[in-house]
């Protein structure tokens, strides 16, 4: 009778340890350094989404953190492929097609059309492979004929299943023992010879999608899917699996037993688990830091069953990334340690924003004072130790804030801490702005703007390891995606401006006093007053104010003013609305 022990396992030998960088480990329970199957080479497999309905935000939470920490590795001179999979034939595939009238493969195109453009808005483009099951059935039925005759698992009236007590190390992942695990029941549990034996393969029903098997017409159980692909894309012994905590058991630990049995090799060196979102109603923090709900979690903690989820209210991300813009969302989810729970709702990722947008006040700074973009500067790609200050006090500051951040993603990627040095990086570039006068007196100081320039170039290094402010384009116009924001807003900054002019204080005071609870920065320029921020309500929140104006003024019996922001509106396609209760706008 086949048994697999640990003691069977034969561990590749692996490269040396980088220097400095350190991995969490679920399998060990501690940071371990970083060695690779192959040298300067690191291999990742990340357990995508099933593709059954459209992606919600905690669909991303893997994605945005892998993207990262693949960019991080190249940054260390690294070679990575990551590979991400797409479950395209489940039950729930299955019940949605039936459900909708078309068929399985149509409901997998169309949610995975809308799977990769949520990608795309919020900047995951590093994926190397995206292998679907249905396009890996060799490999599936390969592996599973490998795991029966070695004796792991058995066929049972048309159906495949693994048999648990032949891996006496079944459980080292979660932690949990067979007596622990009750498996799948219903009607497939009289064909089982264990309660905690899984399926590998199941006998189609009728009018269900199959495939041709030595077992019959049928289709792979959920487990050995990821164990097929990642041997045929990454090989027996990888580098790195991630995935979400809610995923340790049983669908991880099921990986490494079809996989471990079958090979008789580690499956992978790293088992990297991050936390998951968890619906909150405070908000989040800004400046580097957020709410967390305590500590990095661990496998079977409570964080796993309080995800969020569509079945707990998770609504489309599309229409998220609309009001918020991707590159706001990616900033909230890189704020806490990937391990962490992160706690969610649309205001935190708003205040979240505030914090992004001081960035952009920067980077908007420098292009007043140099004519040239952030987006065009060229940082190293690749980690270098050599930083030198030459006795600039400016850049001695931002090579420190440099070397806490990587010392941040040296400490199991983390982004929350690293971040908190981009706001420290960006205080030194401002104040150094400031002490030298560059929008003013010192614009010709060569000197002073080629330290700003330099640090700045800095900044953007360690910004395009979180692939944050990458490209322009990322960054919303108008908050909330609403172009008619900015026009109302200019409408708002005439008004201010206007009503200083006339030594009319109290309004300028008012609007002061209403845009920013709105999350609204104005900046008085040498040029005009500038804008920024916002969130999903802004505009609403905009016309509220311009409403409270108008009826100001006309108390005021300040007529002039009333009729020019009623004019002003109209040409915008709005109307305001007198009732009883109140004025309303209506965009036509």
Known sequence: MSTMTESKLQTPELSAPHPTLHVY??????????????????????????????????????????????????????????????TDVDDK???????????????????????????????????????????????????????????????????????????QGYGKLSNRNVEQMQG?????????????????????????????????????????????????????????????????????????????????KPMVTYWAHNGLLRASSAA?????????????????????????????????????????????????????????????????????????????????????????????????????????????????????CRKKFIAAMDDDFNTGGAIGELFELAKVINKHCDDSKLEDSGQQDAEAIATLEKSLTTFKELTNVLGLFVNADAKPQAAGGDSLLGDVMQLVIDLRAESREKKNFATADVIRDCVGPLGIVLEDRAGGTEWSGGGADTLDGVMQLLIKLRQTARASKDFATSDAIRDRLAALGVTLEDRAGGTEWVKA
């Not at 995951?124 to 995206?130: E, K, M, S």
């Not at 292998?131 to 004796?151: F, H, K, Y």
């Open 284 to 400: 989040g923090k800004v400046g580097g830091k957020s709410d967390r709900a305590g500590e990095p979690a661990s496998a079977g903690d409570e964080s796993v069953s309080g995800k969020m989820s569509r079945s707990k209210g998770a609504g489309g991300l599309a229409e998220l990334i609309q009001r918020q813009g991707g590159e706001r969302i990616r900033f909230f989810l890189l704020r806490t340690h990937y391990r962490s729970t992160v706690l969610f709702n649309e205001p935190a990722i708003e205040e979240a924003g505030s914090g992004l947008d001081g960035f952009y006040r920067l980077f908007k700074r420098y292009e007043r004072i140099t004519g040239k973009s952030f987006y065009d500067l060229h940082a190293p790609a690749i980690r270098d130790e050599e930083h030198t200050s030459a006795g600039n006090s400016v850049l001695e500051a931002a090579a420190n």
């Open 93 to 167: 595939l299955i019940k949605k097609a039936n459900e909708r009238g078309i068929t399985m493969l149509e409901v997998a195109e169309e949610n995975i059309a809308d799977y990769n453009f949520n990608l795309s808005a919020l900047g995951v483009d590093t994926i190397d492979h995206f292998p679907r099951a249905t396009d890996c059935m060799d490999e599936i039925i390969a592996l599973i004929e490998s795991l029966v005759e070695q004796g792991f698992a058995y066929e049972s009236e048309g159906d495949v299943y693994f048999e648990v007590s032949k891996d």
């Open 184 to 264: 799948e029941g219903g009607g497939t549990a009289v064909r089982k010879r264990g309660p905690a034996d899984f399926a590998l393969w199941k006998t189609a029903k009728p009018g269900e999608p199959s495939w041709e098997s030595p077992w019959g017409q049928g289709r792979p159980g959920w487990h050995i899917e990821c164990s097929a692909m990642s041997r045929k894309l990454l090989g027996e012994t990888f580098d790195i699996h991630g995935g979400g905590l809610d995923l340790v058991f049983p669908h991880h630990e099921n990986e490494i037993a079809q996989s471990e049995c079958c090979h008789s």
């Open 25 to 86: 480990n679920t399998l060990s329970k501690k940071k371990e350094p970083f060695r690779t199957v192959e040298a300067g080479k690191v291999s990742i497999y990340l357990c995508g989404p099933t593709v059954y309905d459209k992606a919600h935000i905690g669909h991303m939470v893997g994605p945005v953190i892998f993207d990262c920490i693949k960019r991080y590795l190249q940054y260390c001179g690294y070679e990575v492929t990551w590979v991400v999979n797409i």
